[in-house]
């Protein structure tokens, strides 16, 4: 039987359940123990697939087509795995596979209420993933405890453990311990009453995690253990980190988290051998070089937005023992102010996926810039849709170029909708989604970083580049560098002439790792290295003449 970890939060939300369930994840898979991960959303969306990137972050893409959760990247990147659709259970599916079984007469006309019908479809969820050969699912229940539409999520849990045996399941619990400045104080009072309200559901945490600014005490900790029935060495700390989400384990591994889970579940691990990990924080915390990399979006009032890009360029300056500086470019503050003075200093610039109208003209003037100035580029998905805009108005002559999906009527559709979505109606979920194949030609930047002639990576779009215009694209300079195996979408371009120039329909960043930076990412951030390199010798240069 498979075991299982339960992380819960309480007093505030955006605590970092993602980041500690990730970790433990880590750690267990460390020790040798097969893992399962999941997150629980409270939410009645179905799939994160139509929600608002400035509420929610990002849509994290699995390989099977689900638009998930931005936490379940961090379980990829944490401890390599790959999620499928079962990794991502929102409120909103539970319910609509409960309807669905009711309209089917499923329930033989019983009342269908909430327990038991909606709390057993979680379980079965909580089940699925405990297949043979998973030793410890990790599930993270999303929102915070107190929160009306977290309540099923939380009585299911206390059903399942019931039901599987106290022995089988361990329950983490992620507080918030906050400073008052004015009395220079850590007050534990949020946290007893967060307790509070899962005892009073019928769940006791056995390990109680403190986010917090500064060190908890051992009087600190004493306290919380006494009013919240937890043993002392279970009350730890997760304080904000100085330079990395990397460091997490290790600062959960040397107060002994994992030897709690491991001991409290009974499981037959190996000893933990973080050396790799640590040499990896090594190479954060004292990188041989830094540069600056601009990132021109449409939703840069709120990082999480482009977490996984965030996340890949760090993994390609790891790879790299260099330090990726980002900042966040308004790509409307572009079109209005010009890319000279904005773009001024960065040794790359890339743009990330994105919909609709707003802020594409000042992506295509950035784009431009970097163009002809020839600083490193990097598009992906919206970012070489534009990409290819600008080189159709500016390179071929095509003035009036543009997407169908901002201009429908524009005389030049460079970029338009995929065949197979000219009938598709509903929103939620009928993209182009999930992992495809792309054929690489030979002499590309593409086929130099991957080192392979196919490769499998995700996508999460409506609209292609227009196959009537790849004669005039190839006559005018630009390398279409990907297909699809029967050559029918293009999935990469790049210009030879250029240090580095290059566009991907697809995400790369959803597949890469700390600890294995996606290719594309690693030369990416390689050719701004090299760029910045050549910026500070021309101007020794010219201050020698």
Known sequence: ??????????????????????????????????????????????????????????????????????????????????????????????????IEKERRGDYLGETVQIVPHITDEIKRTMRALAKPGIDVVISEIGGTVGD???????????????????????????TLLPHLKATDEVKTKPTQHSVGKLR???????????????????????????????????????????????????????????????????????????????????VIRRPKHSVDVALVGKYTDLADSYKSIFEALTHGGIANHTRVRVRQVSAEQIYDEGPEGLLAGFSGVIVPGGFGERGIEGIIRAIGHVRTERIPYFGICLGMQCACIEFARNVIEKED?????????????????????????????????????????????????????EVF???????????????????GGMTLSGVSPDGTLVEMI????????????????????????????????????????????GALAAQKR
């Open 401 to 453: 170029a543009h997407s169908t999906e901002i201009k429908p009527d524009t005389p030049h559709p460079v970029i338009c909708l995929l065949s197979e979505q000219m009938s598709v109606t509903k929103k939620g979920g009928s993209m182009r989604l999930g992992a495809y194949p792309c054929r690489i030609a030979k002499g590309t930047k593409a086929r130099e970083a991957y080192g392979q002639p």
């Open 148 to 174: 009306i539409e977290g309540l099923p999520f939380l009585e299911a849990i206390r059903q399942f453990t019931l039901e599987v045996g106290r022995a089988n399941v361990i329950t983490i619990h992620l």
């Open 1 to 98: 039987m498979a075991k299982h970890v339960f992380v819960t939060g309480g007093v505030v939300s955006s605590l970092g359940k993602g980041l500690t369930a990730a970790s433990i994840g880590m750690l267990l898979k460390n020790r040798g123990l097969r893992v399962a991960m999941q997150k629980f959303d409270p939410y009645i969306n179905v799939d994160a697939g139509t929600m608002n990137p400035f509420q929610h972050g990002e849509v994290f893409v699995t390989d099977d087509g689900a638009e998930t959760d931005l936490d379940l990247g961090h379980y990829e990147r944490f401890t390599g795995e790959t999620t499928t659709r079962a990794s991502n259970v929102t409120q909103g599916s539970i319910y609509l596979r409960v």
């Open 200 to 282: 009073e559901i019928g769940l006791q945490p056995d390990v109680i995690i403190c986010r917090t600014e500064k060190s908890v005490s051992d009087e600190v900790r004493r306290k919380i253990a006494l009013f919240c029935s937890v043993e002392v060495p279970s009350v730890l700390e997760e304080k904000d980190v100085d330079f990395s989400i990397y460091e997490v384990p290790a600062v959960l591994h040397r107060q002994g988290l994992d030897d709690i889970i491991v001991n409290r579940l009974n499981l037959d691990a190996e000893d933990a051998d973080l050396s790799r990990w640590k040499d990896m924080l090594d």
């Open 494 to 537: 790049e210009l030879g002439d250029h240090p580095w120039f290059l566009g991907t329909q697809f995400h790369p960043e959803f597949r890469s790792r700390p600890d294995k930076a996606h290719p594309l990412f690693a030369s990416f951030v390689k050719a701004t290295l090299e760029y910045a390199e050549g910026r500070q010798q």
């Open 457 to 475: 990576e995700r996508h999460r779009h409506r609209f292609e580049f227009n196959p009537a215009y790849r004669m005039d694209f190839e006559e």
